[in-house]
């Protein structure tokens, strides 16, 4: 039946190759006037020797470049509140997309693993990831605030599937999970099944109301191939989300428990390719619009491998 539905909503199960950051780049710098690096990421240092790096994805022509320091124009900012690594939401996109156009104008993030030549200063993830069937389990805690401000956007921890195409961490992620404390698409339609809106996850609802013994929360799940680099000329890739849908009105959201949950779901329901090996995650809000004060946290991120290999990151 799952693989019926990957053929219905058009999955491309092909190692999809995402390369399109120099492009991405270029438009970002135009409409910015930010001077970013060639790869499409900006990074300050480690966020106060947390073991993360804070990152802005520059996705779309409206996208503010980079998270941290100095510069005025920028869209996020990274902070440590009580000892664990934050980044905020401080100034929202000038402009709102069409419905359903795909791109998100930014992704301020906290960025744990080693992607285009950004790293944390602890990465579990090694060189060339981990594989699937390696991980024992990932312990975290992620905290967030949506639904306290207004605006298009989400709290999403984003997990990377796929290869490095070479030894300095060169990133072709080709398939996506995502677990979301908030999505404000999915919280103004909770249950509408596709199309509802800027900023809901790809594809479309496939299963509701689900539980992990090892996660705290409830979750709906929606599958489809990421859109997001398509309308710029990429290669879309599959991405399953994991949406919690209790406490959707509380300000103040944690989500805890054992990330591999999420990940041995996916791969057992074939929403992720089981060859492809975990090489980075990321905390943060994909901002549509509005935003400002939307907050993701990392209270705790620990990784440890069936060999015996545990990387306290957080």
Do not use: C
């Amino acid at each position: 039946m799952l693989q019926s539905v990957r053929n219905k909503l058009g999955v491309n199960d092909s190692s999809a190759k995402l390369e399109t950051r120099e492009m991405l780049s270029a438009l970002t710098r135009e409409a910015t006037g930010v001077n970013i690096p060639e790869d499409g990421f900006a990074s300050t240092s480690s966020v106060d020797n947390s073991g993360v790096a804070a990152i802005n994805n520059a996705w779309n022509t409206g996208a503010l470049a980079n998270v941290g320091g100095e510069n005025p124009a920028l869209l996020g900012d990274a902070s440590v509140v009580r000892g664990n690594p934050r980044v905020t939401v401080d100034r929202a996109p000038n402009e709102t997309p069409e419905p359903n156009d795909g791109a998100p104008f930014g992704f301020p993030a906290l960025l744990i693993g080693d992607v285009n030549g950004v790293a944390s200063d602890r990465n579990p993830f090694g060189t060339n990831g981990i594989a699937q069937d390696n991980i024992e389990r990932i312990d975290f805690d992620f905290r967030s605030n949506g639904g306290a401000v207004e605006g298009d956007y989400n709290n999403t921890l984003d997990v990377w599937f796929g290869e490095k195409t070479d030894a300095n961490g060169v990133d072709s992620a080709t398939n996506y999970l995502m677990v979301q404390n908030y999505n404000s698409a999915v919280a103004s339609d909770p249950n509408g099944d596709s199309n509802i809106g800027i900023g809901q996850p790809a594809g479309e609802r496939v299963e509701q109301g689900l539980t992990f013994d090892n996660v705290v929360g409830t979750y709906d799940v929606w599958f489809g191939n990421n859109a997001g680099t398509e309308a710029e000329g990429g290669v879309a890739a599959p991405t399953v989300s994991y949406i919690r849908t209790d406490r959707l009105g509380d300000n103040s959201q944690t989500t805890s428990g054992d990330l591999n949950a999420f990940i041995t779901h996916a791969r057992d329901n074939e929403y992720l390719e089981g060859n492809l090996a975990l090489d980075a995650v990321y905390a943060g809000s994909e901002v549509w619009s509005g935003g400002e004060g939307s907050f993701n946290q990392l209270n705790n991120f620990d990784v440890e491998t069936n060999s015996g290999r545990t990387v306290d990151v957080v």
